[in-house]
């Protein structure tokens, strides 16, 4: 069994439908390149002559643009980097902080990843995109939906300072939740 043998590079990213894991193999002697995302094989090229270059893929439900960079640093020593919508996985998760906020809850002794897309107000819960409703209440808005029976609802306020911009808040049966870091 030659399975992930030639394991070079393993990438966690967070995405709206959940965290992904993202796997490549890279043979210097074969020039073999594997892309896994969730363990399931996206991309298989056998006797590559050429070792360097880009391989271009999309991850999760969202289909995510994803590219692994593979370059040379010196003799056979190879760096291999993700690129998330075309930006540095490091860049992209900076953005992603700004555009997002995620909460992880536990109800009836289930866990939820509850995701808000700022930019679209989306929301998204264990890798489903939720029906919503929005209204305006008098110090800003409110965005309800429904997990396992329990009503959830994003509360938009002002923080009153332009640097902070709007505060989001999930409350699930009246109790708020805190912000999860990823």
Request: glycine share 8%; hydrophobic share 35%.
């Amino acid at each position: 069994l030659e399975k992930m043998t030639d394991l070079v590079a393993v990438w966690e990213v967070a995405l709206s439908d959940g965290v992904h894991k993202i796997e490549f193999e890279h043979g210097t002697t074969s020039g073999k390149r594997v892309v896994y995302v969730d363990g399931k094989e996206e991309i298989r090229r056998e006797w590559m002559f050429k070792l360097v270059g880009k391989e271009t893929f999309t991850v999760g439900a969202t289909k995510t643009k994803a590219a692994i960079n593979i370059d040379a640093v010196s003799g056979f020593a190879y760096e291999y980097t993700l690129e998330i919508n075309g930006k540095s996985l490091k860049q992209y998760i900076e953005n992603r902080l700004k555009t997002t906020n995620t909460w992880i809850l536990t109800l009836g002794g289930t866990d939820y990843r509850i995701v808000l897309e700022k930019d679209t107000m989306d929301v998204w819960c264990n890798g489903q995109k939720m029906e919503t409703a929005g209204e305006f209440v008098e110090d800003g808005t409110e965005t309800h939906f429904t997990v396992a029976d329990h009503s959830c609802c994003i509360k938009a306020v002002s923080s009153g300072k332009r640097k902070e911009g709007i505060i989001h808040t999930l409350i699930v049966d009246n109790r708020e939740i805190p912000e999860a870091v990823e």
